[in-house]
T-cell receptor, first 120, second 118 residues
């Protein structure tokens, strides 16, 4: 297992364009998270999935943002009509959620390398 | 609303020193607390996870403690090395709501930038 991967690593776009990022979690991890990090700040939660279900969305996730995890494996995060304020590092993480009666799970979130978005 | 604060914002020490990074959180109803390391322009690497029922965790030269009642955690780094230079982030996960599945969100502090010089 090579860990969480994200693609692309860097994206430069012009204001108003749409962008899509992909995240491939650690295999068999049932939880997948998206965070956004701006310079000098800690990551801020955006949304997360358990399998294919999107369980929580932050108020940071405006109508221009949409995330999917159609088959419970990889996930995509799309930003429509990008704005300069969207420039940030977008981080994906995955975890194996604690399941009742089983001891082999962990709540540790494993992060990918991130996608650096620059909106000109 | 959970707020996480890390002190100091930046720390510069000579190689070999023992050091302590501090993290405080406002809502003690947490499920666990994680310490991460982040190198410039990179993702986060998990260092230690402390469950709410635990008081401390150790990994090599790292020791993290948790005092849930006072809303504090410390990360102790022994015999610091230049390779330890990075940003250290703490994050708390809220306690699951009874009967619900909506937990897992991490709330992060702003990080402590550590520089260990030779």
């Amino acid at each position: 297992d090579t860990g969480v991967s994200q693609d692309p690593r860097h994206k430069i776009t012009k204001r108003g364009q749409n962008v899509t990022f992909r995240c491939d979690p650690i295999s068999e991890h049932n939880r997948l998270y998206w965070y956004r990090q701006t310079l000098g700040q800690g990551p801020e939660f955006l949304t997360y999935f358990q399998n294919e279900a999107q369980l929580e969305k932050s108020r940071l996730l405006s109508d221009r943002f949409s995330a999917e995890r159609p088959k419970g494996s990889f996930s995509t995060l799309e930003i429509q009509r990008t704005e300069q304020g969207d420039s940030a590092m977008y981080l994906c993480a995955s975890s194996l959620v604690r399941l009742a009666g089983r001891t082999s799970s962990t709540d540790t979130q494993y992060f990918g390398p991130g996608t650096r978005l620059t909106v000109l | 609303k959970q707020e996480v604060t890390q002190i100091p914002a930046a720390l510069s020490v000579p190689e070999g020193e023992n050091l302590v990074l501090n993290c405080s959180f406002t809502d003690s109803a947490i499920y666990n607390l994680q310490w991460f390391r982040q190198d410039p322009g990179k993702g986060l690497t998990s260092l230690l996870l402390i469950q709410s029922s635990q008081r401390e965790q150790t990994s090599g030269r790292l020791n993290a403690s948790l005092d849930k009642s006072s809303g504090r955690s410390t990360l102790y780094i022994a015999a610091s090395q230049p390779g330890d230079s990075a940003t250290y982030l703490c994050a708390v996960m809220r306690r699951p709501v009874a009967g619900g599945t909506s937990y897992g969100k991490l709330t992060f502090g702003q990080g402590t930038i550590l520089t260990v010089h030779p």
